[in-house]
């Protein structure tokens, strides 16, 4: 039955529309058939009545001379193909077309409702008592449910986002045959080619200068003056260390602790821990800016994976456990004797939400009903806690509530158990069989810092791919190293020599401008140079190496005509991880809007791209801060009518805020 059309009519003639798209379940049935007055139909329809009286066979004589026509109830027993447990869900048996004629008794309160051409049914007169306050209440909360759970409702986006991971190359991979084909393949190159033989040049200018093809080499000489087998052996203890988030999953699923408690709380207390450390030891040992780079670098690294690891096996114990109790629950219900007679215990079966028994029960469906229902923000309790309530205080069943509790708590353990599974297709991944010393460390060492069950694997190792891989990694490091010492080095050198020498800070700044220029195209190839380096020849050195197939580290960033989507496409394991641990979860979690979400994570990342700038100049003065949030505004600029049909001058502005932040970001810290 819908409410598309249904109409209570008042004794003053006025019309109140229930819906327009709410559809009522059987709750509103049982209702009907306990508390609906039979319409009046006047004399003058005998034909009609024949006809209803030969298909139904009861035709009633009302009062006053009157016939009238009784709502003819019929038990239609529902089954779906998930559960072989059917109910008998009593039905009221549609009339052909009886006209609906207003009742004599003031009291009376018409409700008519209208059938869909395509069903076979004309429409449905039934007079309610307007007084009975009980239909109406039950009126109220079947709409209100399914306002919440039905189709019509945009549902909340869950804590954890949904991640697809499929087999794919990146973009300059020579395996992937999309880029290969590229008519910009040839420019991909020339660039190459050009690299080349500026090195040749800058390594015939240090000949002629010093005597030696890599000039001073100050900076490889700081790279391995001291300290590289401490920072090889502290690198392998701070991954070895990431096992103590594995160790707070253990003690989550034998039920040491609770993960919705005090697991989250000792698992966050660990990470401030883990990352003061790693911070303290650059500090401690006085590491040069090479070092102390990759080791903060890669800690924050291990500290997004294990974060990710804690938070999504954290949330699947409370998936595992709530699964377990039901388990418990359907035994104790099968174990129940009903009673003959009907049983006032709650909820009754009206009372409950079963419109989602008709889908089958799956890890997707659960979340969005979930995150529905949360979102309407009722301290009610849900249908399932009332059942489990009333099977907890062993109060008595009639049998209709017996079949209908055990469907839903059916439904609910097969929901819960799909999404145990997640991605996963070997049950040796399923929860809470991955809580396991081999999958910790297997997840450690692949290019993702976002955990999943289960992800695309590759087939065997390619190890003149590896061979390739390696041999970029060594000549992109060769030539950034040539490039900082030939352009870079000199200008640091130069700014230090100022601050020697006395020079007051408007002095220092008056240099400024020179001290930009100089370091604009530089900085511009040693970001390109540290971009391609991780993300194109380390990662896919990683991912051979650990047979991960999906190798879309990034996207066609360099095609961006707003910072927004700068930030998602040219750093993809980042941003997911941003994506599913701060953005999804500040929305379930504080309840914000996505602009708020938004604002947070573009602070959370600038909070921790500024730590950065702090381990390596020793300076805490908040630009990179300042400039990465000055995004937010911009993004919201290219948006406008003025920028947002216009890609050509979206991308020159972001290329122009690509080719001068680095070089601004270093001079300020140089100066100031």
């Known amino acids: 039955m819908s409410t598309n059309n249904i109409v209570l009519s008042s004794p003053n003639g006025r019309e109140c529309h229930l819906g327009d798209y709410v559809t009522l379940g059987n709750g509103f049935s049982k209702a009907i058939r306990e508390h609906a007055v039979p319409a009046e139909v006047p004399r003058d329809t005998g034909q009609h009545l024949d006809a209803l009286s030969s ?12 016939s009238s026509i009784s709502p003819l109830l019929r038990r239609r027993i529902t089954s779906d193909s998930f559960d072989s447990s059917a109910i008998a869900t009593p039905d009221i048996a549609p009339m052909d077309k009886p006209e609906l004629v207003p009742t004599s008794s003031s009291e009376d309160l018409p409700l008519s409702t209208s059938s869909s051409s395509n069903s076979g049914h004309g429409n449905e007169a039934y007079a309610v008592d307007s007084s ?46 999309h880029a290969a084909s ?18 040749i040049k800058m390594a015939a200018d240090n000949w002629r200068k010093t005597g030696s093809p890599l000039g001073t080499n ?34 989550v699923l034998h039920d040491y602790v609770d993960w919705n408690r005090a697991g989250w709380i000792i698992q966050n207390i660990w990470q401030s821990l883990f990352i ?48 377990r109790f039901l388990l418990k629950e359907l035994k104790k219900l099968e174990s129940m004797e009903p009673v003959d007679s009907a049983s006032a215990t709650t909820p009754d079966i009206s009372e409950l939400s079963t419109s989602h028994l008709a889908r089958r029960p799956s890890a997707t469906e659960y979340r969005e009903r979930r995150n529905s229902l949360s979102e309407s923000q009722s301290n009610e309790p849900g249908d399932i806690e009332t059942i489990t309530r009333a099977i907890e205080g062993g109060q008595p069943l009639d049998v209709d509530q017996v079949l209908m509790f055990e469907r839903l708590i059916k439904w609910e353990i097969d929901a819960l158990a799909d999404e145990l599974k997640g991605k996963a297709t070997l049950p040796s991944h399923y929860y809470p069989n991955n809580v396991s ?10 290019p993702t810092v976002v955990y999943e069950l289960q992800y695309p694997r590759s087939d065997s190792i390619n190890s003149l791919y590896v061979a390739e891989k390696a041999a970029a990694t060594f000549g992109v490091i060769f030539v950034m190293i040539m490039v900082s010492q030939t352009f870079i080095y000199p200008v640091v050198m130069r700014t230090v020599a100022m601050k020697e ?71 993809r394991p980042v941003h997911n991880f941003l994506l599913r641990h701060v953005y999804h979860s500040s929305i379930s979690s504080m309840r914000v809007n996505k602009h708020t979400a938004t604002l947070i994570t573009f602070f959370l990342s600038a909070c921790v791209h500024e730590l950065l700038m702090w381990c390596i100049f020793k300076k805490l003065r908040g630009y990179l801060l300042a400039m990465q949030m000055f995004q937010l505004p911009l993004v919201r600029l290219s948006r ?21 932040g680095p070089s601004l970001l270093c001079s300020l810290y140089l100066i100031l």
């Open 276 to 323: 003061a450390n790693v911070i303290g030891l650059t500090l401690v040992r006085d590491w040069p800016w090479t070092h102390t780079v990759f080791f903060v670098l890669h800690g924050l690294v291990m500290l997004m994976k294990q974060h990710s690891y804690a938070f999504y096996n954290g949330y699947l114990s409370s998936v595992y456990k709530k699964r």
């Open 501 to 571: 020498m006395g020079y007051t800070t408007a002095q220092r700044f008056a240099e400024f401008p020179w001290l930009l220029s100089d370091l604009v195209f530089p900085f511009m190839m040693e970001y390109l140079l540290a971009w391609y380096l991780i993300w194109e020849t380390v990662l896919n050195i990683l991912a051979e190496l650990t047979f991960f197939a999906d190798r879309s580290f990034y996207d066609a960033w360099w095609n961006s005509v707003s910072w927004d989507q700068f930030a998602r496409d040219w750093n």
């Open 640 to 660: 406008t009518r003025w920028l947002r049909d216009k890609k050509v001058l979206g991308n020159a502005i972001f290329w122009t805020g690509i080719l001068t």
């Open 437 to 446: 010393f081999w999958n910790h460390y297997e997840y450690i060492v692949l």
């Open 55 to 66: 298909s139904t066979g009861k035709l009633v004589e009302g009062t006053n001379g009157r």
């Open 132 to 177: 009975d306050t009980k239909l109406q209440e039950l009126l109220r909360r079947d709409l209100k449910k399914e306002e919440v759970t039905g189709k019509g409702a945009r549902p909340r986006r869950g804590r954890f986002r949904e991640l697809v991971f499929t087999r794919q190359f990146s973009t300059f991979d020579r395996q992937n045959q």
């Open 218 to 251: 100050d900076i490889m000489k700081a790279m391995f003056r001291r300290d590289v087998m401490v920072l090889l052996i502290s690198d392998g203890v701070m991954c070895g260390l990431t096992g103590v988030s594995w160790g707070i999953q253990l003690l």
């Open 182 to 199: 590229s008519p910009f393949y040839g420019f991909y190159v020339l660039f190459w080619i050009a690299v080349v033989f500026w090195i």
